[in-house]
């Protein structure tokens, strides 16, 4: 593994790092020296842990549910014990209950308000702390253009979403005194299993109708968060950068 320096000693919580954007985004951060937790529901964060150690990188995997508030203090209280320190959350786990408003159970509803919604202010309360008492910090939150947008059969993902988008802008300005910074990241449309699922006639037209014509890749994504969790984004805060192709332009 190469590594160069820009997140050299950081420790670097990535939920949902087992797959797509998060895994994207977790190795390229082991690459730059990090040392990285992988939260995640799926058994696979384990692979990709041992995959970084094993090319020289520092890797710690965490099976929970970020939706679980005690699962939450529990991961956050394993990697102080572990590293003593953390300075960069990535809060990336989210799911999709796809449906009509009219078919939408009660359950799907409250399923993905949970996991992509609540499972935001879980983790960052409970690293708000530690980062408060380092006097540093980053937290940066996946979104969607869906949240800015609105989409269809998406009212349970676009209300978490753009849930997301004020929990944002209120903790940047709660925070910012002790230089914690926290922004969003509002992806168009990126090819990951999230993804996969979609109708073939949707992925055209979304592709004819973004001005790069092209879907994204996990890795467009990723340099987004990777700027703002480095010092070159220290003055940034309550931002959101959309990652689209230009799909959405607000
Ligand atoms: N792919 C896209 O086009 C796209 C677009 C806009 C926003 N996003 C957002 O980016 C983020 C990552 O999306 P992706 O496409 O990489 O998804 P993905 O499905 O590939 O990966 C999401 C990961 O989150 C994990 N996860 C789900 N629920 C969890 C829980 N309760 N606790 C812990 N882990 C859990 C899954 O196991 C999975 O590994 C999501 O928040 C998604 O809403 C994605």
Do not use: H
Not at 115 to 139: D, E, H, W
């Amino acid at each position: 593994m190469t590594t160069t320096n820009r997140f050299q000693d950081k420790v670097v919580i990535v939920t949902g790092g087992a797959n797509g954007i998060g895994q994207a985004t977790m190795l390229g951060f082991a690459q730059e020296g990090a040392r990285v937790v992988i939260v995640d529901l799926a058994d696979r964060g384990e692979a990709v842990a041992g995959q970084i150690n094993k090319d020289g990188g520092n890797a710690l995997f965490i099976k929970a549910d970020v939706s679980n508030a005690d699962q939450v203090q529990s991961l956050v209280n394993t990697t102080l014990d572990k590293y003593g320190q953390i300075d960069i959350l990535i809060n990336n786990a989210g799911i999709t209950r796809d449906n009509l408003i009219m078919k939408m159970k009660e359950d799907d509803w409250n399923l993905v308000l949970r996991v992509n919604l609540s499972s935001v202010y879980q983790c960052s309360r409970a690293v708000v702390r530690p980062m408060m008492k380092k006097r540093y910090g980053r937290i940066i939150n996946l979104t969607s253009v869906v949240g800015l947008a609105g989409q269809s059969g998406q009212t349970n993902y676009a209300a978490s979403k753009a849930g997301i988008i004020g929990f944002t802008k209120s903790l940047a300005k709660e925070v910012g005194s002790r230089n914690i910074t926290v922004n969003a990241v509002a992806p168009g449309f990126i090819k990951t299993q999230l993804t996969d699922v979609l109708p073939a006639e949707m992925v055209q037209t979304t592709v004819q109708n973004t001005p790069l014509g092209r879907l994204g890749e996990v890795e467009d994504v990723a340099k987004a968060i990777w700027f703002l969790a480095s010092d070159d984004a220290a003055f940034i805060t309550g931002q959101v950068l959309t990652v689209d192709g230009g799909l959405v332009m607000q």
